[in-house]
């Protein structure tokens, strides 16, 4: 039985966080700069992307992460400063410093992330004032304003929030993200900020982050398509006024850990469920794996198989483009071992089914799409999930003539 | 200087072939079944996909090559007999049966391949009357027809033959190939008969037809989605009176390989200029690496980035997008090294370069592609190539709507 809550609100709902977002015209319209600010220095771990052309601000966001303590993390769509060698770092430590003088914090406490065009400048002076103006309009209300203030090509806010206990002390955990995938879409990328008011040090926190994430936006994906500035920050301001968590037998760490969990797959789901141009939502579940790492290898494979993601698209029974999905993974599968089930039905066992073409089309009418593969090799379980490819996805993704309000 | 010349014709363009192609009914219309046959027994390869879930034919063929001797290749298209069980075996083996009983020779020397629909069994007695039917009208003329009963989504026939000297003594070698991809577009899958009247010895032959897909077939992706039936099948049979090839260093075996290497790029980049959808090709050419395996890792991820191919769809000079690509590779790269040309226009060289928009906008109006990454971590160099990714794709991929005819 969870041992969480879930509550109204998002970055601002555990005590003691400030947000807000302005426009400051990097995109022609809508906002484009979001501040989540921290009464209080917190305990602070951030994991980024692993791409080789990453972002500059990624490497500023380490920086304020290595010692395990932030304040502030500051975030801008519409422009990734991304490939934009010497000039990006200095314009992202440009932004940790406005940003730090901004709310009265130290620079090196600072969190900055970008999103949006690969290759092109900040425009810094927008940038500035964006950064005045945000910080003047904090409130303990901002958590969805900032949900907002991040959004590029996202069709809604994506936020969530939990209420749970540590040792008899009630904590508060919420989380903001963006799509449209782990993975980006409209050269856009996936970034999630999460917030705590629970009390818990450095080092267990960055332990916690990095299992949730591997079992969150870890599992998810868009086109396949690696991002250069995928960030994943979270703060922890001791507010709740819970006795520190220390080490992971810590009375308390395991709800954290299952409230940490809820919150970035819930987060990770809706980026899944609202990647471009998605017209269905899947979810793979993978079990008799060795391990939860090779169930993972077969469901990532099979989320990115882009055949299988148009037949979704087309509603079509396609099951034997799940197999060969499966098959094009590095798992050593044997067919004869396998079961492949497509909305609860049986395609594949060892051996075809005898399907009833009837149910099979009407099967895929709704907007969610289950697949279950059982691989016969082990005991272990994963979960990815991913969104249909749709003509929608290659239109919004080829053209110049895209809004800068919407694509970046 | 190239030692080979192209001449018109396919498959039987050397000297002891006959082919034939019919329509037999697994599809609605169109050609659907051909066989390639050899006057006499001869030296034989093939190279299979590594596709867990391969299809029933893929282990026939490899069974069928495994003593370095074959006669006769017989295909079909419209049912991949893939993921079909026990029941696809004894169907492939039949096959097999049926076109030795047809032309006269050992089952034990047909090399079988079908491509089309996973999942659904083969009609045998349709298969039965179309090979009965295609053996009689096998002819030395017969290359094209075949190309055109190997056709699934292709929009031509793909042939290519040339002629070249061993030892003083005129060879030939032809090929014929199907697409669209490494990489199963529309359920398909990618098939290439060889054949040639030069006398080499089986295992120099395969050693020989390996090298060369790796550099050829194993360059291309349309969609990133390995097939199950992916074959590529070489018969020699000695018929231009050379003497036999039988070590790396015999002379002419250099020529034999350049013909190889030509015939099969051109039949590699044929695919990949009519992937599904397609509206331009794509050549990726990484330089400055340490070996061609890691030029041909980056070339591949740039390859199967999707964010990339919508935007060469869209005629968008989206080279952030290049960037993001190859650094998403696993390739340990360092950008301050790296140089990226698209079109011939420098945007990054360790830095952003100032682009002309105007310049760039025009550049990719035309059908041709060029990608030129510049690694600058050693010597050595690996061509890819691909196509964009279109609207198109995704209806084509979408819909059980699809003639049968076509979509298989």
Redesign the interface.
Known sequence: MPEYREIPGAVTAPRGFKAAAVHCGIKQQAEDLALIVSDCPAAAAATVTT????AAPTFVTQEAVSNGIAQVIVANSGC?N??????GMSDARTMARLAAEATGVAAEDVIVCSTG????RLPMDKVAEGIKQAAQRLTYEGGEAAARGIMTTDTAPKLVAVEFEVAGVTCRLGGICKGAGMI????ATMLCFLTTDAAIEAPLLRSALLAAVEHSFNCITV??????NDTVAILANAQAGNRPLAAADDEGYFAFRQALDFVTQTLAKKIAADGEGCSKFIEIVVTGAQSWEQARMVGRAVA????FK??I????F????I??????SK??????AVTIRLQGIT??Q???VELDMKEC?SALEGRQVSVEIDLGLGQATARVWTCD???D???S????EVPESQGD
């Open positions: 791409n080789t052309f990453r990734a991304a490939a934009t060698g010497e000039q065009i690969i290759g092109r980006c879409p409209q050269m086109d396949g398509d690696m991002s250069t990115n198989y882009n055949l148009t037949a698209y087309g509603g079509d396609n099951w034997g483009r197999a060969a999905a499966l098959g094009s798992v050593p599968v044997d067919p004869a395609a594949w060892g051996r075809p089309r490819l749709t003509p996805y290659v239109h993704n080829a053209a110049y």
